[in-house]
């Protein structure tokens, strides 16, 4: 029997470049198994025979978000700093200073892993609400074996706790501890933090920030390969404050994404396109910092495949993705339709997850239903959440 069946949307958006009118969606075993117009899948599929109905007239069907790039895992607040960049202080004069991610890192080592959990569970419900189903979370707020293991435990205890697939990151290069060398850090996470994380078997992939002021190129290749030898696939925080290489490091090691790109080039576009790595945006970065959106354009011209992600974390405040979609669409310059896209599909391919982002027959069952007649609502309508019910694997995970 049919276990649930949408019918009567105004708008399913099936994927890039594939949309359907009057559309339904049927689902068995946590899976699509039709979607087509109403009239087709209706009749192969009655709704009064399915275990769930949901008559979605005047309403959309998307493909749960998948957002593929957070921090969202951390304790204490930095709103103060929000404030102080208001009066002109620049993210690295914060990090300086002792603030930013070493304040970040402080409080999470003081947190009790109870306090961890709660904190990362509370903001997946947020993100819930918001229609993502699928989400990365790193760690990198702890900055020495033991606090890394711990946040990559709780992440893992949220993934079985939550709905959200939880998808793990570590993220031992994050930033220079006190008192540290960049150099000898680096040594560090590759020698000891690595196989400590590997052994441990949560984490899926290794992150690092190649930034001026924080890891160079080659100490970000030292991580990372170190991460590729151990089986973990490594991810790069590209390209974000300067241009110093990070995206064709990214490209170099067949990484599965390279992210924020503020500063990337035409040939850094060209790199990951022929590399295969997914160029992931993170648009609520540069909206928090008042910086420069990054420019889709070069990687769209050169064929990568693009992804919006929220960058949630304590400086980028923000879990909706619909909103991310929103600054994608204004502050980028991508049309609705490629901004969802980027921010269902094109998070799948960034986290290696064929099997989602999309309502095709054979995906994963994970559907938002937005209280509205098109995806273009999604970015449009910012100042509330349009996203009324969402489905995880077939089953209704929040709303009605």
């Known amino acids: 029997m049919t276990r649930t069946v949408l019918h009567g949307a105004s708008e399913v958006f099936v994927g890039p470049g594939e949309r359907i ?8 075993d946590g899976r699509i198994v039709a979607v087509g117009p109403s009239a087709a899948v209706t009749r192969e599929h009655p709704p ?15 493909p749960g978000f998948v957002d593929s790039h957070t921090h969202a895992l951390f304790a204490g607040d930095r709103s103060d700093e929000f404030a ?23 409080a999470v080592r003081e947190a009790s892993d ?23 979370v790193k760690s990198g707020y702890g900055l020495d074996a033991e606090t890394e ?34 150099d000898e850090y680096a040594e ?22 190649c930034e001026e002021g924080v890891f160079s190129v080659e100490q970000s ?8 030898e151990h089986g973990l696939t490594p991810k790069v925080h590209a390209e974000e404050l300067s241009h110093l290489g990070g995206t064709k490091l990214a490209a170099s090691l067949g990484a599965a994404s390279a992210d924020h790109l503020l500063h990337a080039t035409r040939e850094d576009a060209r790199a990951l396109a022929e590399a295969g790595v997914t160029a992931v945006f993170l648009p609520g970065t540069a909206f928090g910092l008042g910086a420069a959106y990054a420019d889709p354009a070069p990687f769209l011209e050169a064929g990568a495949t693009i992804a919006v992600a929220s960058d949630f974390n304590p400086n980028c405040y923000a879990r909706s993705m619909g909103f991310a979609t929103t600054l994608a669409c204004v502050g980028m310059g991508l049309d609705p339709a490629a901004a969802v896209a980027a921010a269902t599909d094109g998070g799948a391919r960034a986290l290696n997850r064929d099997d989602r982002g999309t309502l095709r027959e054979g995906a994963r069952a994970d559907v938002a239903v937005v209280d509205a007649p098109s995806h273009v609502h999604v970015p449009y309508v910012f100042d509330t959440n349009p996203v009324e019910t969402v489905l995880k694997d077939g089953e209704v995970a929040h709303g009605r």
């Open 84 to 106: 102080a960049k208001l009066r002109g202080k620049t993210y690295g004069e914060i990090l300086a200073a002792g603030g930013g991610i070493l304040r970040t890192v402080r």
């Open 48 to 62: 009064e025979n399915a275990d769930t109905a949901l008559d979605a007239t005047g309403k959309t069907l998307l």
């Open 188 to 209: 560090r996470v590759a020698e000891e933090q690595v196989p400590a994380v590997a052994e441990q078997g949560i984490a899926e992939f290794c992150d690092a920030f």
């Open 221 to 228: 290749r030292r991580v990372l390969a170190a991460g590729v």
């Open 149 to 182: 293991l711990r946040m990559l435990d709780a992440i893992a205890r949220a993934d079985a706790a939550h709905p959200i697939d939880v998808v793990p990151t570590f993220m031992g290069a994050h930033a220079v501890p006190e008192g540290r060398d960049a």
């Open 114 to 136: 109870e306090v961890l959990l709660a904190n990362l569970l509370g903001h997946l419900d947020a993100m819930l609400a918001h229609g993502t189903t699928t989400v990365e």
């Open 21 to 28: 009118e009057d559309g339904a969606v049927a689902i068995e």
